[in-house]
């Protein structure tokens, strides 16, 4: 097999790596949540665009890689993918009367999705969690679920949330169950009913 | 990258786009932490409705509005980045 080849495949596991820390990072979730549709679209596009660096460090670099440092693909790997940002960020060329700057935005909007959908889905999955646990806090007698919102949440804050529910014409057992839920999650599980 | 003339006017309102801003750094906030001393809730909800309808948030339902989640989808994404420069 070829170098150029070799460093195209490694290029699959590089391109996974920087999707997943880029969309990771930019939603505040985890790599579970992340493995979605549009996240897929946004590594297929990073890939893509990873694997043609590839090949074209393997085309421009073959005669000035240092010798005997590592071989060759590892080179290509190394410069195709890394080297893909910063060839779109810092060229401004066009290809068949398509601007690259305008590929780069169609990357930006692809990641764009991506993290949103991934903040989407992890909101969605912590509200259940959260009203789930609020539901079995609600049972709990009026004076013990206070004294947990006082320990847990501070002093003041069953006052706070009494009031809050008077101005919302809310449930005021169900205000604190929520506020508990909400503000310390691994604490009020502790304190759950079963 | 271009945005919508409507987006762009929607965003010359400093606090709708500081409400934006906030939500796009926390990825999703509750409307409690949003209306807190420094912003009238009256206020704050009024933003909230217009980000929402500009599509740039989304909100979560909740029994207690207190307690409803604003995240950012990726058209706020995009034009928290723009407005930035």
Known sequence: MLDAEIAAIIALPLSSLIVAIQVTQASNSSLQRAIRGPTLLYFLIVFVGNVFTTFLAAATTSQTIPAGVAPAWFWYAFLGVFGFEAILKNLNLTFAEIGVLSINDWITKAKDAAVADVIEVDVMHKLQMANALAAKLKTLPAHELNAHVSNILGNGQVAALDAAAIAESADPLLMKALALAKGNYKAALAISPN | ?85
Do not use: C, W
Request: cysteine-free; proline content about 4%.
């Open chain 2, 1 to 85: 990258m271009s945005l919508d003339y409507q987006i762009l006017a929607t965003l010359s309102n400093p606090l709708i786009k500081e409400i934006l801003h906030t939500i796009v750094k926390k990825k999703s906030v509750e409307f409690r932490q949003l209306a807190s001393d420094t912003v009238d809730p009256s206020e704050a909800l009024q933003a909230l409705e217009i980000l929402k309808r500009a599509e740039l948030i989304k909100e979560t339902s909740s029994p207690i509005d207190a307690f409803k989640t604003y995240y950012v989808t990726a058209s706020g994404l995009q034009a928290d980045r723009l407005i930035k420069g």
